[in-house]
């Protein structure tokens, strides 16, 4: 059973960088085909996709985050991180990392496994 966690601050101060990281349990984030996702839902919104990272190391973003995120993986620790530089309040909401089979997916049913979520507070 794959099990995703993910962590980081829970308040992040405008202007300020938001890194979080997804750790991954009972498979490897190098196994073919697979596509490790940030995903976010802000408050009265949809799901947004902010970017994955594959099998391989090559990464995909999302157009309205593309210029502010970078997504990276530890291999070794079998965990991706997420970096979002500089937030706003708009950030605010609950950040999810979920397995895919392909980047930019927008419906929960397209991901196999899901982490819990973790409530990003963006605010002075």
């Known amino acids: 059973q794959v099990q995703l966690q993910e962590s980081g601050p829970g308040l992040v101060k405008p202007s300020q960088t938001l890194s979080l990281t997804c750790t991954v349990s009972g498979g490897s984030i190098t196994t073919k085909y697979h596509y490790w996702n940030w995903i976010r839902q802000s408050p009265g919104k949809g799901l947004e996709w902010m970017g994955a990272i594959d099998y391989s190391g090559d990464t995909y973003y999302g157009t309205s985050v593309k210029r502010r995120t970078s997504i990276s993986r530890d291999t070794s620790k079998n965990q991706f991180t997420l970096q979002l530089n500089p937030v706003t309040p708009e950030d605010t909401g609950v950040y999810y990392c979920?397995?895919?089979?392909?980047?930019?997916?927008?419906?929960?049913?397209?991901?196999?496994?899901w982490g819990q979520g973790t409530q990003v507070t963006v605010s002075s």
């Open positions: 979920a397995r895919a089979e392909g980047p930019g997916y927008t419906r929960r049913s397209d991901y196999d496994y």
